[in-house]
């Protein structure tokens, strides 16, 4: 773990009134762009340094606007892992030296930095799974007949085996895959790549990308999709042309 800051942040820490704090800015980036900025107060003899709120403040600036259980529970753990305390949604040593003081910006700005993409991971992976088992309802109610199984494997051109949301056998032994997709590059990455290599072994194999919302995607993403997929599916949109597949 390693990070950056202007020395000159640190100093006026330690040169700061009692109870003033100094807003230190890290290089330590956070989901969605920005970068962790890290409290430090004087108290006494030695100094305080807190996240103030920052991963809460960023997890709702990321549209997760629920602080569950679980990611309070998360956070403790993260927090006792780092030798913090998290109090108040904030992360926070206390009792810090002036000489400790750099190490302790570290452990507050990545305990942020983590909680932070374990919370978006998190909601991720929920929402996806709940795309998934509303995908297959729609592919049943659209071809009631069709045999649709989740996390099939299927090799690529590559002969590496890629497990995909759902995929649906056609006449003639065939398949067609059916991959959930976010607009996340931890999202992107892997299903461009599978889809990629089955598209090598397998070009006559129809590739649908399923999306929760079309309008969410930047444009430079979704062509990134359209690369190695017959369609991007918006969800909200009908999928009546579907129905030629089992033809």
Do not use: C
């Amino acid at each position: 773990m390693s990070l950056i800051f202007d020395l000159k942040d640190v100093l006026n820490a330690v040169a700061a009134e009692p109870d003033v704090s100094t807003r230190v800015e890290t290089t330590t980036l956070l989901p969605g762009g920005g970068v962790a900025t890290v409290s430090v107060r004087p108290a006494g003899d030695s100094f305080v340094v807190s996240d103030d709120g920052a991963a809460r403040e960023t997890m709702l600036s990321l549209g997760l606007a629920d602080f569950t259980r679980g990611d309070a529970r998360r956070a403790r753990e993260i927090a006792q892992a780092r030798g913090l305390s998290f109090e108040r949604d904030t992360f926070m040593l206390q009792g810090v030296g002036p000489d400790q003081i750099g190490a302790a910006i570290a452990y507050v700005a990545d305990a942020t930095r983590t909680l932070v993409a374990e919370a978006l991971e998190a909601r991720t992976r929920r929402s996806q799974r709940d795309l998934v088992s509303r995908t297959i309802d729609r592919l049943h109610e659209l071809l009631p007949s069709a045999t649709v199984d989740a996390e099939r494997e299927l090799l690529g051109a590559s002969t590496k085996a890629h497990r995909f949301d759902l995929v649906m056998s056609l006449p003639g032994d065939r398949y067609a895959v059916f991959q959930t997709v976010t607009p996340s590059p931890a999202s992107i990455a892997p299903a461009h790549l599978k889809l990629y290599d089955l598209r090598q072994a397998h070009a006559d194999w129809p590739r649908e990308v399923v999306v929760e919302d079309l309008s969410a995607w930047p444009s430079e993403d979704l062509a990134i999709m359209q690369q190695v997929a017959d369609h991007v599916r918006d969800f909200k949109a009908p999928w009546n042309d579907l129905r030629q597949l089992a033809a």
